[in-house]
């Protein structure tokens, strides 16, 4: 775990009193470790020594490190089972069973591409776990990370509210904790159930440690800091900023062709792919607005304060805005030429 320490300093002592609600949501920025630390409350519960802050010791604490305690459980979002609806309980189950096997080789995760979900099926298999006896100890805990997605892109809510149904009435032997960046796209009725809690940016020497310390190869101290004090409080983007030379060149042609004509950005719209690759499509949005964001803060170290008065860095604040929002219809079932030809649109007209 990195950073954090306050809030989970109020979980250690919840957790030890007994007083940890059975239905949580850790509300954050992106990329700030919101299901890292859903997994380290999860470990925090089945420790020997706990509840509290786990040991990292003990057996269970162990297993829990490797993924593989059989009483954490942890969702998020896969793609859309396809198989027969009979079979699709068991085709969730497989298809999240591989994507954690590969979370356990390579924890350095990327954002879940635009059409995955915790469809229906998916939750049909929480509920079917959290009906059974934890196998180890006396608690059972489910991690919920991007929860926001509970409601399907291409389909009806039938998703959120069956998850509703087990946050209403969680057996007692259960916790619960979901991660979101955008709460507000969770139901009404689900956000009424859960105890929220504000997982917020990480500072940039917690940054930078992990940087140093977690990456293979890990970064040198010099780069580590630099991409920390760039990062705006989220490992998520920091690593980001390590992407190879022929991602950053597609990014540097979208905001060239921002600045250019409308023959040229709508040609660039174009040969964006209608679909599929959408993680390779984000990842160019993502360092687009990195690079902006290096050049306000380039403004800012000569004296610039990016308020209305200083044009440049209000306009290069304004260009990361309009990135940050086509990065959110990204995530839903939108052609990317359509998100590509409006932004390029807004972009030109947020730099005059």
Partial sequence: MYGHEELRSRLTTT?????????????????????????WIAQGLVCERGPGTPCDACHPCKLALQLSHPDIHWFFPIARPKGDEAKQVEEAEESLATAIAARRESPLYRPPEGLTGLYLPLVRALHRRAQMRPAMGNVKAFVVGEADRLVPQASSPEAANAMLKVLEEPPPDTFFVLTTAEPAALLP??????????????????????????????????????????????????????????????????????ASGSAARWRY?????????????????????????????????????GGAGDEPASRLLAQVRELERARQLAQGNVNPQLVVAGLLRRLAEARG
């Fill in 15 to 39: 957790m030890r009193a007994g007083r940890l609600p059975p239905t949580l949501v850790l509300e954050g920025p992106a990329g700030v470790g919101k299901q890292r630390l859903a997994l």
């Fill in 269 to 305: 719209a174009l040969g964006i792919k209608p679909f599929g690759a959408r993680a390779a499509f984000t990842d160019t949005l993502d360092l687009a607005a990195e690079t902006l964001r290096d050049e306000l803060a380039a403004q800012l170290r000569v004296g610039g304060t």
């Fill in 189 to 258: 009725t689900i956000r009424s159930r859960l105890v929220h809690l504000r997982a917020g940016r990480l500072s940039p020497a917690d940054i930078a440690r992990f940087l140093r310390e977690v990456p293979d190869p890990p970064l040198g101290e010099a780069e580590a800091g630099r991409r920390a004090e760039l990062a705006g409080g989220s490992i998520g983007a920091a690593l980001a900023a390590g992407a190879p030379a022929a991602s950053r060149a597609l990014a540097d042609g979208l905001l060239a062709a921002a």
